[in-house]
């Protein structure tokens, strides 16, 4: 008889067989466990996932064509694209576009237009005022003679194109591309592209954030950790301290310093370095961006490294030593490579925050010194496109998690190389 035989014929004092009761004692075990998990699921579902999920929605899908014009929209699914529609979606736009200026929805429809093509918001806003004078056909002429651009064949494109609901209208735009009369892909007027500049602005500061972050905090934090305890723990202390600062006052503190008629100028003159007619403006354009942010992402950068350098034996350096090496080729070739992930570590720490940093260069960097996040703020907050604004932050979390991935992918590598 085996083991489980014999725990099938052995019963609990209420005649339950215990193999049974073991089952369910463990059911209920789980159970509890997973209801001590709920508050952290919902949490997460609420600030984490749903956000996403509704950032990628907005990004993908506009609906207010397709819902407000939706009889126009369905007339429009038999237009082959050439010349302009018939008389009859002609007619249906009229009486759309009646009923909502007098339910008081149609600047709803004109806004999300114009954001397509400058001057649909004018064309919806004026038509509706003036609707009123057509009282019947034929509705193609009337209509383009209240205004000729009625007679446009783009302004029925983006009517029809919009009316999908589904369009990857503001993913174009985030790269300043947009849908032709013909809807083909092509540039904006170069006098509107912005946000490919702005792209390409935000990763090499990132980038060079985060180069300038591994030389500035790699001897701070070998120093943290070579130094005696003592020594090593009061500079510790000075690391985090602007951790324990709120981000504002040391803004702040950067601007009263950077600023022309700042503290670092004034030395400057005094000094006689420069003259009070040269002084150099280092706050409200890129210079400010770059000072202010090394200081906040600095630490990022430095806690990794200390943590891997703390660990390294020092044995390792004087077995080169006593090989023949010197002190520089012993710390380059056999120092530097056991630091390696400490460095890829503050690096993709240092880089994801600097790809998506919105307060620093608000507040120091002026008109060139912002980057991809303050323009999402600026669609959020200013414009009210927000359909662009969720466009612009799903691709900046593609580039994280891009980054990411690549990051993950050459720490599998490298621990291959070293298996």
Request: hydrophobic share 50%.
């Amino acid at each position: 008889m085996t083991m489980s035989d014999k725990a099938s014929q052995i019963t609990t004092a209420d005649g339950m067989p215990l193999k049974i009761s073991l089952r369910r004692a463990e059911r209920k075990k789980r159970i509890k466990g997973l209801l001590f998990l709920v508050p952290a699921l919902t949490f997460i579902l609420m600030t984490f996932i749903m956000p996403i999920a509704d950032m990628l929605l907005r990004g993908t899908y506009i609906g207010e064509v397709k819902e407000l014009l939706h009889h126009t929209v369905i007339s429009l699914e038999d237009w082959d694209g050439e010349g302009i529609p018939d008389e009859s979606t002609f007619h249906t736009l009229a009486q759309e576009i009646g009923l909502l200026n007098k339910n008081r929805l149609l600047g709803k429809v004109a806004l999300r237009l114009n954001y397509e093509k400058s001057g649909m918001r004018n064309l919806f806003t004026q038509t509706g005022r003036k609707i009123k004078k057509i009282d019947s056909g034929p509705y193609i002429d009337k209509l383009i003679a209240l205004d000729e651009r009625w007679g446009d064949r783009e302004t029925w494109t983006i009517i029809k194109r919009l009316g999908k609901g589904l369009t990857m209208t503001h993913y174009l735009a985030a790269f300043d591309l947009k849908y032709d009369v013909n809807n083909r892909i092509v540039s904006q007027p170069e006098a509107l592209q912005i946000h490919s500049r702005i792209w390409l602005r935000t990763l090499w500061v990132s980038l060079l954030l985060t180069a300038l972050c591994v030389l500035l905090g790699y001897p701070v934090a070998y120093l943290l950790a070579n130094l005696p305890l003592k020594t090593s723990n009061l500079l510790m202390i000075c690391v985090l301290l602007p951790f324990w600062t709120s981000i504002l006052v040391r803004l702040t503190s950067w601007i009263v310093l950077l600023q022309k008629q700042g503290v670092i100028n004034d030395i400057l003159v005094w000094v006689g370095i420069l003259s009070d007619e040269n002084r150099i403006r280092m706050v409200y354009n890129m210079t400010g961006t770059f000072i202010a942010m090394i200081q906040v992402l600095l630490p990022f950068m430095i806690l990794p490294l200390y943590s891997v350098m703390k660990t390294i034996d020092p044995s390792y350096r004087r077995a080169a030593r006593s090989l023949g090496a010197n002190p520089v080729r012993a710390f380059w070739e056999v120092y530097v490579p056991q630091t390696l992930p400490g460095i890829g570590a503050g690096s993709i720490l240092v880089f994801i925050l600097a790809v998506g940093y919105y307060i620093t260069p608000a507040l120091v960097g002026g008109s060139t010194g912002q980057l991809i996040s303050n323009f999402i703020a600026l669609h959020m907050s200013k414009t009210l496109n927000w359909g662009l604004a969720a466009a612009m932050g799903t691709i900046l979390l593609s580039l994280v998690l891009v980054v990411y991935w690549l990051y993950n992918r050459l720490i599998g590598i490298e621990n291959m190389k070293l298996g």
